[in-house]
């Protein structure tokens, strides 16, 4: 009964109908054009601002540090396991509508963080808190749409993500090391936990000290393939465009396979629009303080996790012959590429690459959901033990879970947030417009953009004594 459910909703959201990946798209553009392509405009400016945000306030986290939360969620499996998977679904144009996904979804993206950052709160231990949730229930008043969000972030990021995150680790390992996937499940549950019971600002600093680094190692080892196989380049990017709109012969019958495999793996890789991330921009206290600056380091987010880190596994799986097959595959292919490349040691090194980015993802997405916990004034002991042992008990069961099951919770908890979310998002649209042109204002006039209470045009209520 409940697969039966499970199947119909997906069926709703990308299935026959493709719901979402009208919604998205709708939303890139909506925030593109409202924002005045805030993408392109401000693509240098997003840079500057993560080079000047080191430090962090007593009461938060670093906006470097809120970026790197966030990437540690957003690199995950969906850049090595999801792009191979679109790739089998859809060929290789399903890399362009990845693409487009990213740069639409860079503006939505920018929306949402906005928005977490502006509503957010102190909680019992005067760190900050926010999210969807939130800004739903302040910004519009809707409290019944809050909950329902909540629901669906629990669901997602307390369970089946977390789940799924723990699949494609077990799997990696157990093709290259033989290790029994239960064994893994236990051995992610048991370190993840040790994280995680630290709050916030240990997961914060984990994925400070990790994510950089793993990310500098995947891109090197893909500039140093394509050097390799430089000649092979040309070929390959036209392919991937030709490919998008159907025009080569071998992608001629799964044009629609590629749109709906790319937005939907690309949707899943940088999450913008899903909610998630305005949970790590609402524990940041950014310099200058201003909730737009969110809004930019986030957005740099999206853009190094697609259209980087994606394209690197895009490229290191295309350049081995990797393509269409109609079958769902993940992380086996973007291994097998590897070992055409390297051989057993490139075997080796994507399942320790996996291992890394998904045990990150793994502990950023406990964090999201906890964020929720004071939302329901469960932010107690009973509260983060109860949450917490749902959590893991999910991370043992993903391990050991068929990939259909895993990814098809996965996606039906990623697509009822994207509605919900866009919807608020949509509808705050007016907050969003006032506090960048508030900021960008003060940037024209070489005023130091910090932002108070009164500064712009807000709708509802922010937090007392956040702003003032």
Not at 27 to 33: C, E, K, L, S
Not at 130 to 149: C, D, H, M, N, Q
Not at 344 to 372: H, K, M, Q, R
Not at 450 to 459: L, M, S, V, Y
Request: with cysteine; glycine share 12%.
């Amino acid at each position: 009964m409940v697969e039966q459910i499970v199947a119909f909703i997906i069926k709703l959201l990308w299935g026959e109908w493709q719901l979402l990946v009208y919604v998205l798209l709708f939303a890139g553009f909506w925030f593109t054009y409202k924002l005045r392509a805030v993408q392109f405009t401000g693509f240098k400016h997003m840079f500057s601002l993560t080079r000047d945000s080191g430090s962090a306030n007593p009461n938060g986290i670093s906006s470097f540090q809120a970026l790197c939360t966030g990437l540690s969620a957003r690199v995950g499996t969906g850049n090595l396991a999801g792009v191979a998977m679109a790739i089998s679904l859809g060929g290789s144009g399903a890399v362009f509508w990845m693409w487009v996904i990213a740069l639409l979804g860079m503006a939505t993206g920018f929306a949402e963080s906005v928005l977490g950052q502006l509503y957010k709160v102190k909680d019992n231990h005067k760190e900050f808190r926010g999210g969807p949730a939130y800004y739903i229930r302040s910004g519009l008043g809707k409290t019944w749409l809050a909950v329902l969000f909540s629901l669906c972030l629990f669901l997602g990021y307390g369970a089946s993500f977390s789940a799924m995150q723990a699949n494609t680790m077990a799997e990696a390992l157990n093709n290259t090391f033989a290790i029994p996937t239960y064994l893994s499940g236990l051995i992610i549950a048991g370190i993840a936990g040790v994280i995680v019971l630290g709050g916030l600002k240990r997961i914060a600093r984990f994925a400070e000290i990790i994510v950089p680094w793993m990310g500098a190692a995947f891109i090197f080892t893909t500039i140093l393939i394509s050097i390799i196989n430089f000649n092979l380049l040309p070929g390959l990017f036209a392919d991937i465009v030709l490919s998008a709109f159907g025009l080569t012969e071998a992608s001629a019958g799964a044009l629609g396979a590629a749109i709906k495999s790319g937005i939907q793996r690309g949707m899943y890789s940088n999450e913008a629009g899903a909610g998630s991330v305005p949970h790590a921009a609402a524990g940041a206290a950014p310099t200058p303080n201003h909730p737009v600056v969110q809004g930019y380091i986030q957005m740099l987010g999206v853009f190094v996790d697609t259209i980087v880190l994606c394209s690197c596994t895009a490229v290191i799986v295309l350049l081995a012959g990797g393509g269409v097959s109609g079958e769902i595959a993940g992380i086996s292919v973007t291994q097998q590429a590897m070992a055409v490349h390297f051989g057993e040691y490139g075997d080796d090194f994507i399942a320790l690459a996996i291992t890394l980015f998904a045990f990150t993802s793994v502990v950023a997405n406990y964090a999201y959901a906890e964020s929720n916990l004071h939302f329901f004034k469960l932010d107690n002991t009973l509260g983060r033990l109860s949450y917490t042992g749902i959590y893991l008990a999910m991370v043992v069961w993903g391990a050991n879970a068929s990939l259909q099951q895993v990814w098809n919770l996965a996606d039906m908890s990623l697509g009822l947030m994207t509605l919900v979310n866009v919807y608020a998002v949509v509808l705050l649209t007016p907050t969003i417009k006032s506090l960048t042109q508030d900021y960008l204002d003060k940037k024209r006039a070489g005023v130091k953009p910090e932002f108070h209470r009164g500064d712009a045009t807000i709708q509802g209520n922010t937090a007392p004594g956040v702003w003032d």
